[in-house]
Structure formats: C-alpha cells, structure tokens
C-alpha cells in the first residue's frame, strides 16, 4: 500500500484554503452541496445564456452558428421572393431559432431572435435596406416576429435544459446506484475501500481525476493510505503523505474539516504541465473519518466549488464558474458514500469487539457455571472420605480405608486436572500466554507428555505406540504448550476408546513448504462429520452415546482440552484438525510450520 | 554418616514453633530434613509422609528463618519452596549455597517456571513441580544424599555405574546395555559420563553444555536436543520412549535410577 517517494511537486502556488473555518456544519453544506442557492443562478443564466451546459466556448459555437443561420435564411427568403410573392415567410427564421435552442441553448437563440428581426427589417420590409418601416401594420408583423422568436427559443431551450439535467440527473442516480451496490454488496473492508476510490477515478477521469487516496486516521490519529487508485503513477506518487506540503494539507483537511489543494508542476516528461493536488475531509455526522485525496489535472478544481478560485491556470478555467457543477454535486455525494462505508466498516469493527467482549462474558458464565460443577463434585467425594475416615468412634477395615484414600486420590487428580485446564485457557485467552518457542524435537515432547500421563496413571494397561522418524528437524515451539496439546490430545484418545485398543502417536515431514504433522490416532468411538468442527469449541462435549467399557466413567472431562488445544495451535501458525468414522475411530492431527531457516549445524566433537 | 557426632554436639536448643518435628523421630540419628514452605497444609503433609520414611523433619515458614536453621540445624536436605513470603526463593538459594553445601531440593507450582532453572544453575540440586506425590519426594531426598554423601566424602570408589539395563566402566571408558558393549564417540560417552555422575539428577541444559563443551556452547541448548537423540539411539532399547536418558522439559536432562 506504500505509496513510493513523491515526485519533488514544485509548488508554484499555495491555494490551500486557510480562510478561518465555520463550525462543521456549516462547512458540510457549502462543500459538498450545491454553493449557492439554485434560483438566483437559473436567473443569472437567462440572463447571461453562460449558464447552459457547456459553457462559454459551447456559447460562442452557437453564436457564429445564429449568425450564419440567420443569413441562410435571409438568403433563401430573398431567392424565393424573386420568384414568387409567399405571405409571412419570415416564420423560417423560427426554425434557425428552434435549431439554435436545442444545439446551443438560450443565449445564440435570443441572438438569433433578435438577427432575425432585425435582417428581415432590413432586407424585406419596404423601405428595403433600412431599418425604418414605412407601413405601421408592418411593425406588428416585425415585433410578432421578435415575440414569438423569443418566446419559442426560450421555451426549447428549457425544454432542453431540462431534458439534458434529466440525462444527467439519471447518469448521476446510475453512478450512485452502482457505488451503493459497491458498498451494499462488498463484504471485505480493504476490498470494499479499493473499490471505492477506483469508482471515483473512473467516473470523475472526465473531470480530470487521475489518481485517489483515501486516507485514514489510525490510532494516534496520523492518516494512513488504506486504499488507492490506480496502484500505480506519477499522480498517485504527487499524493503522498511523504511530501511535507502533502502531508501538512492532509492533516489540515483532517483537523479542520475544510477541503485543501495545491497546483504543483507535472515532472512527467510526456505530460508537460499542472498538476492539481486535493485533499478532502470525508465527514460523517459531526467528525471528520478521514481525508480523501487526488490528483489530476488542473480541472479537478471544479470537484470543489468552495474553494476560493486558483491562480489562472488557463485562460477559459480561470473565469470564476458560479455555475453548480453536477460532477461536483455527484463528487460531493460520493464522498458521502465512501463516508458511510468506512464509518460501516468502523461500526462493524466495533461490533466485533462488542461481540468479542459479549463472548467473553458469556465464556465466564459458562465457566463458572461448569468450573463450579466440576470444583464442587471432587471437593465432595473427599469430604465425604476425609470426614469417614476421621469419624471418632469408628474402625475402617483395611480394605476401606484404602477405598476412601483411592476416591481422595482420584478426586485430587480430577481437580488438579481442572484447574490446570481453567488456567491454561484463561492465560491463553488473555493472551499472557504467547508462545516461547525454542528449537525442539517433536519426538521429546511426545515422550515427556507420555511420561506425565504415565505418573497420572492414565496409560494404565495401555498400549500407546510412537512412530517417530530419526531423521525430523528441530522445530519451533513452545515445549510446554505443545506438550500441553498431546497429552490434551492423547486423554482423548485413550477416553474415548476401549481398553483393549492401541493408540498411535505419529509425526511427519510433509509437503511444500515443510510442515511437521503429528497424529494421535485411536481405534474409539468416533465422532460424527457434523461433529468434526465443533469439538474444539469451549465446553463442547460429544453427542455420541458415552463409552461402554467399564473404565470409561473413571474421568469426566471438562470440554476445554480441544479448545486449548486449538488455541495453542493457532498461537504457533499451525493448523489442529480432526478425521473419523464413527465406529472405527478418530485421527486428530495437528501441523506446526517447519521453517526454512532452521539450525542445522551440530555439536562438535570434543577434544579430551 | 560420619557427621552424626558432630551435628548431637551442636543440637539446636529449640528448633521451630508449635508444630515441630513429632518428638518419637527427633534425636534417633535419623537424616535431617529441614522444610522451608509457608504453606501449613504442604508442611504437615511433607513432615508426616517424611518422618514415615524414618527422616527427622524441621520447618522454617520464610526465608530467613530457614537459613538460620541450616546455620542451627544442619540438615542434610533442604526442601525449599520458591514462593515465600518474605524473599525470593531463588534468592535462598543463591545465598545457602553461598555458605553451605547442603543439597537443595526446589518445589515450584508451575512447569515452565524460569525460577526454577535460575536455582538448579544456582546449585540447588533437583526440583520438583506441585503437586508430587511422597514417593516421588522421597525418591528425590534420597538421591541428593547420595550425592552429598559422594562428595563431600570424597570416597567414589566405584569404578562402575550402574542402572536397569546400561552400564558405564569409568576406567575402561566402557559402556555396555545389557551386557553388549554400545560403541559411543569419545564426546557421547563424556555426555553419558556426566549424567551418569550426576545420575538420579536432573542437569541443566547451560551445565551439560559448559561440562561437556565449555562455556562458549551454553546457549547450543536445541543442538544438545540432537545430539541426545543420536545418544539414544545408541543406548536406549526404544529411542523414542527413553527409559535411562530422559528429557526433564525445558530444563535439562536426568539419567533416571533404575534398580
């Protein structure tokens, strides 16, 4: 996302908007709406005719145009009254007019009116060659002319206006349709972000938009690039924070909420000239959410109709336009847009971590509710042995005393079990319990969690055989927590299958890249497809009817040991996953990553 | 246990508070174990199962006032919790060692405990994490007064050692399972020769390491890993269950007693 050096911009003219800025709302209007009430400018337009689409140069076109259509007229009307006498011909320069209307708008049509009266005064209407009129019958017919000339211009021309503002208004409510579909249908934020800023350079290209940054403000509020179009360019290269005026126009424009701009000069060799670089708050309610920058050519001026006007940078842009330009309205309403989906894509943020938190609580009731059980039964049966045994008065048998002492034994696992359990999870969930990884041999840690579930006394009778290849690499891994895992990993194996079955502990080197795979296989019960996801969710416990061997009951689990497993297994980029078929047994098999960059040197020999 | 006369002339006037060692076990000659834990529970329960094994029990409930009954009392063991109360338990054992040579067992609530390893490199002799059972708390007791025994007697005669099915012939540099001689590199068979002194011992990664190779490899702790698993591969009946050479996890190495 990193935005390469910026072009050296040689600043010519400082145009930032520094004019002291009115509380927020106010500024929200004026940027992104239309500038100045609409009515007044109608009127100013009729006025002038410079209000039509297109502008001046579009006006000066239809101008030269009247002038010649009025004399194609004059010229065809003066032949055909050689030849023959035809009452009210003058009703042709109507049809220059109408033309004038629809191709140019009002001010050529009025033009064009008033040529017309003035032509057919002059050339054939007695006395010829005058513009005096003899016959005062003749200055109604002259002046009905004129009248109807205006009018009818007038008239199609607006008819075409708002046909035109009608074509536009529907390419602005497509452009704004397909961006809200942007918005509405992306489901990844960075994806969504890029989206956007692309949809602004490819409709905003007419207005000479070549590349756009949305920035936003991270923690320390500093902004950051987060997405960008094209991904490439010297445009893109001119909105680069890493340029001191860039960057100080980007936090303004962050700070104060007001849109900021420079015109720098263009150092591509092929592309000679200006280049302009803008920077707007995006608002959302009363905050500013972020900035968005571009690049482009001198023209992406008009995007910002409150900008006070630039230094000419050329000769027709230069005029101040007090005219409301659509792609500036349509600018402001994606910038509106591209405002809600990051204040969405904060909002979702959020949700997550309410979410997180909501899961939080509930995983503490579920805890407390589950912790208490499990604290509370082992805690009894020992009370109910310790209080026999101490009982004055009474003489145990031998044989009784050691069925007391064994239930406190098995109690006093149980529970040290539990609360080994509790305090993994807990220090895995709070994150205090990162991984610290050294270089080890799987084989020793697979031996070392044997040897503890061997003191426990839950391989009793077992047969558990290790496959274990000499020739595997040291990985890396925190010994403790993968040892954690097997032994989590090797309870269940041996819970959940009959006495008489074999468990096989297996690692490998598989794949590309390397990865160690460690399988725990056992010839149990099984677990059911649906199943194969949810064990390792917290307080999970199989849904399939419990074991039938008579060993089965001796431990209850707590439905934490794949949870942690899991978690530990992320905490060391591995992958933890589980295949069976019910009835013949379950494979869990976890991966740890076997980087490239492992030692692979030895000890020396040592010189006695 | 030569020094027997010499702690009945220097008998402690009154060892400890309300609780103290069950008087049937004290004065009999039996071996001094001197228990530092503040945990009441942990103490009634060592001293009981202890003075069953025919050891003379005496507790401290903080730091200091154990260090003052090693200096009093001179016991032959010191069970010494990391957590007290009023210091560090790693500090303990800095400054027994200081001064006294007494075996150091240290008793930590957590596997991975860093404590642990910063007082076995102090000079404590073994740890054991809890909750332990007796048997194995014993089993530890007796294997660091053999040790002590060895060293401060001076006397290792044995030319010879011993456990389940691996011998070592120290003079012979010869080493043998079940009775079949197992070719070892000259470097293997000083690894083996240090944990078979050391044998019932855990021995950390850094000391094996400084012994054997000298202190620029210390830190060599994953290539060590290898080097073992090629050592049992020549001495273990299943490599990959090691029944002498066992791997204490994080710590180090113990060549396991059998026998």
Known sequence: MAIKEPQRANVRGQTASLTPHPPPERIVQPIFMARSPRRALRLRSLLTGLGAPGGLARTLVGAVAGIIGVALVTLTIGVVTTITHVENLSLIYLLVVIWLAVSFGRGPAILASFLSFLAYDFFFVPPLHRFTVDDPAQWISLFALLATALVLGQLTASVQAHAHESRTSQQRMARLYALAQVVASSTDEEHLLEALVQQVVQVFASSGVAATVLFLPDAKRQLVPRALAPTEGAALDALSLTGREQSAMASYALQHGAPVGINVASRQPHAPGEQSVYYFPLWSGHRVIGVLGIAGEPETRRLVTRLPTLPAVSSLAAVPQPSIDPQAELFAAFCGQIALAVDRIALREQAIHAEGLREGERLKQVLLTSVTHDLRTPLASIKAATTSLLEPGMTWRVEDCHEFIESIDASVDRLSHLVRNVLDLSRLESGAAAPQKDWYLIGDVIDTALRQLEQAGQCKGRQVVVDVPESLPLVPLDHDQIERVLMNLLENALKYSPPESVVQVQARVVGAPPELEVRVIDQGIGISADELELIFGKFYRGRQAPPTWPSADATVGTGLGLAICASIIQAHNGHLWAESRPGQGTTLIFSLPVPADRPQGALPEVAL | ??????????????????????????????????????????????RTGLAGANFVVEWAPTGAQGMDLVARWHPDVVILDLALPDMDGVEVCRQLRSWSPVPIIVLSVRAGDQDKITALELGADDYLTKPFSMAELIARVRVALRHAAQSSGGSRNDAQFQTGGLALDFERRRVTVDGAEVRLTPTEYEVLKYLALNAGKVVTHRTLLRAVWGPHYEDEGHYLRVFVGQLRRKIEPDPSRPRYLLTEPGIGYRLQLIG
């Open chain 2, 1 to 46: 246990m030569q020094q027997d006369e010499q702690r009945a002339i220097n008998a402690p006037e009154q060892p400890a508070a309300e609780d103290a060692a069950p008087t049937s076990a004290r004065g009999t000659g039996g071996v001094r174990v001197l228990v530092i834990d503040d945990e009441p529970e942990i103490r009634r329960a060592v």
